[in-house]
T-cell receptor, first 113, second 116 residues
Framework: AQTVTQSQPEMSVQEAETVTLSCTYDTSESDYYLFWYKQPPSRQMILVIRQEAYKQQNATENRFSVNFQKAAKSFSLKISDSQLGDAAMYFCAYNTNAGKSTFGDGTTLTVKP | DSGVTQTPKHLITATGQRVTLRCSPRSGDLSVYWYQQSLDQGLQFLIQYYNGEERAKGNILERFSAQQFPDLHSELNLSSLELGDSALYFC???????????????FGEGSRLTVL
């Protein structure tokens, strides 16, 4: 069975600084997708970034980038130039073509002004 | 707007009662997922349907049941409600028909259930 582990229940960062959220996963599949979702206080689940396992290039979306290490089964999220609006719970998630989806327990990010 | 619609947005009921939560997936999405999120907790996977059939089951209580109808909307039925069932219930949909399946789940805004 697939598992997703977020080892940091809470993280904090100073506004304008950079923070990295960790995620590791376990799977026997060779083809899958990885995601980071953001859940602000409104509780809406918002997709931050996605990575296809077959792509070696790390995904980037503006201030958000990932460090995808397939052999190590690691998928960390880097947030650059942190903003107050980045404060939220962040979930790492895994999905396969067959639709087996697994979420980590989440990391609560606090941004200090 | 994700395109996934959940109703009702808020629901308050008493212990022992039964409620039904409804989800309309994005147009064309065949898969529907249900998740439970208790206060300040992670997402607990309940159940997944694909094109009307149950595809995967997670930590869903026997008091809970779900189904996906021919028009692909889904309902989650919660019965004999207990205080601990108070939570935010999310529905998500996904195409799940292979490439160019992005694998992404599109979430509704959730149904907040309060059991008193």
């Amino acid at each position: 069975a697939q598992t997703v582990t977020q080892s940091q229940p809470e993280m904090s960062v100073q506004e304008a600084e950079t923070v990295t959220l960790s995620c590791t996963y376990d799977t026997s599949e060779s083809d899958y997708y990885l995601f980071w979702y953001k859940q602000p206080p409104s509780r809406q689940m918002i997709l931050v970034i996605r990575q296809e396992a077959y792509k070696q290039q790390n995904a980037t979306e503006n201030r958000f980038s990932v460090n995808f290490q397939k052999a190590a089964k690691s998928f960390s999220l880097k947030i650059s130039d942190s903003q107050l609006g980045d404060a939220a719970m962040y979930f790492c998630a895994y999905n396969t073509n067959a639709g087996k989806s697994t979420f980590g327990d989440g990391t609560t990010l606090t941004v200090k002004p | 707007d994700s395109g996934v619609t959940q109703t009702p947005k808020h629901l308050i009921t008493a212990t022992g009662q039964r409620v039904t939560l409804r989800c309309s997936p994005r147009s064309g999405d065949l898969s529907v997922y249900w998740y439970q999120q208790s206060l300040d907790q992670g997402l607990q996977f309940l159940i997944q349907y694909y094109n009307g059939e149950e595809r995967a089951k997670g930590n869903i209580l026997e008091r809970f049941s779900a189904q996906q109808f021919p028009d692909l909307h889904s309902e989650l039925n919660l019965s004999s409600l207990e205080l601990g069932d108070s939570a935010l219930y999310f529905c998500a949909s996904s195409p799940n028909v292979g490439r160019p399946n992005t694998g992404e789940l599109f979430f509704g805004e959730g149904s907040r259930l309060t059991v008193l």
